[in-house]
């Protein structure tokens, strides 16, 4: 009789093919993959930020890289590996303590910024949303100066700016990890970020809380995203205003004027410069000179005046005029004789 065949033990068939797949997939993880996706120039890029005053000592995955993290700084693993996996950082805080372990989540072509204890905020901002706004309310501003009014207007001017400002900001987060396929890969603090190829048309910009310069149809601003009520801008006035503030003085204000504005929680101020070269007659003499303005509103209350700067020359003397126009009382002027010409 023919020798029977054995039959085969489905048990030992699974544990071949699982053995196989471990093996592949081993040998896909530590060689093969890693190496692919060297040829394929996809590395995965880690940036563990330190905003803290710690120094701490790294280590990363099974190949133990090491770096040095030292206080309000930051430092990039670049490793190349062959699929989605999670490695172990080690963190250890310089001149001893608990290490922790934090799981990293890398791949091909990734890159992964680690907030090292969410100590810092990060702003997605879009500078290019504001290009095409107009502050308002400039009209109902320039009624108030010719009337010589508070500048009441100033606070929905600000109101205004504060809002041109937030159209720019996407979104804040303090999340241990972010990914930065999300984002332009340029972080205020980090400038090697910039020399990293963003993917997609119109990626946006990731940013610390600094103060962000923001360009808009009729004026500039400095915005931060983290402390709105703070603003700075600058805006052009597109009226002509002639504000009388005697009998005898007109001060004339072109368009084109720029208004510095300044805004805090509790307050506003706004100086700018009349621009054009005027006379004015003041105690027997007729001085040549500029106009200027200046406004702060502290809570409810607000004060404004107007300064002349002028001079007038006599023979061989030439004697300067301050003169100070307050929104009320009497205009008070200072004369002074400057030093001899040559």
Not at 105 to 127: F, H, V, W
Not at 128 to 139: F, T, Y
Not at 250 to 256: H, L, M, R
Not at 301 to 308: A, H, I, Q
């Amino acid at each position: 009789m023919a020798e029977e065949k054995k039959k085969r033990n489905p048990l030992v068939t699974v544990l071949k093919l699982i053995i196989l797949v471990i093996a592949v997939l081993v040998g896909w993880k530590y060689g093969i993959g890693p190496l692919l996706s060297h040829q394929r120039q996809q590395p995965s890029n880690l940036w563990v930020v330190n905003d803290t005053d710690q120094s701490y000592d790294l280590s990363l995955g099974w190949r133990r890289l090491k770096r040095v993290l030292h206080p309000q700084s930051h430092v990039q693993f670049t490793l190349y590996v062959g699929m989605k996996e999670k490695q172990t950082l080690k963190v250890t805080p310089d001149g001893g303590g608990a290490t922790r372990n934090i799981a990293v989540e890398l791949a091909p072509n990734s890159r992964l910024l680690l907030n090292l204890d969410k100590a810092t905020t990060y702003y997605s901002y879009m500078p290019e949303r504001a290009h095409n706004e107009r502050v308002q309310h400039l009209d109902a501003l320039g009624r108030q100066l010719q009337n010589r009014q508070p500048p009441t207007a100033l606070s929905q001017i600000v109101d205004n700016l504060r809002a041109i400002g937030n159209t720019t900001l996407q979104g804040s987060t303090d999340a241990l990890f972010i990914d930065l396929a999300e984002y332009t890969p340029y972080i205020l603090t980090i400038q090697d970020f910039s020399e990293i190829p963003a993917p997609g048309d119109r990626p946006t910009p990731l940013l610390t809380a600094e103060t962000l310069n923001l360009t808009f149809a009729n004026g500039q601003m400095s915005f931060n995203g983290a402390k709105p009520e703070n603003t700075t801008a600058t805006v052009k006035l597109d009226t002509q205003l002639q504000v009388p503030l005697s009998r005898a003085i007109t001060v004339n204000v072109k368009p084109g004027t720029t208004l510095d504005i300044r805004a805090e929680s509790s307050s506003i101020t706004l100086f700018f410069m009349a621009g054009e070269t005027m006379n004015v007659e003041w105690d027997g003499g007729t001085y040549s000179g500029s106009w200027s303005y200046h406004a702060r509103q502290n809570a409810a209350s607000w004060e404004w005046n107007w300064t002349f700067s002028g001079s007038r020359r006599v023979g061989r003397e030439e004697w300067s005029l301050s003169l100070v126009v307050p929104h009320s009382g009497a205009p008070r002027g200072s004369i002074e004789k400057m030093d001899a010409m040559p």
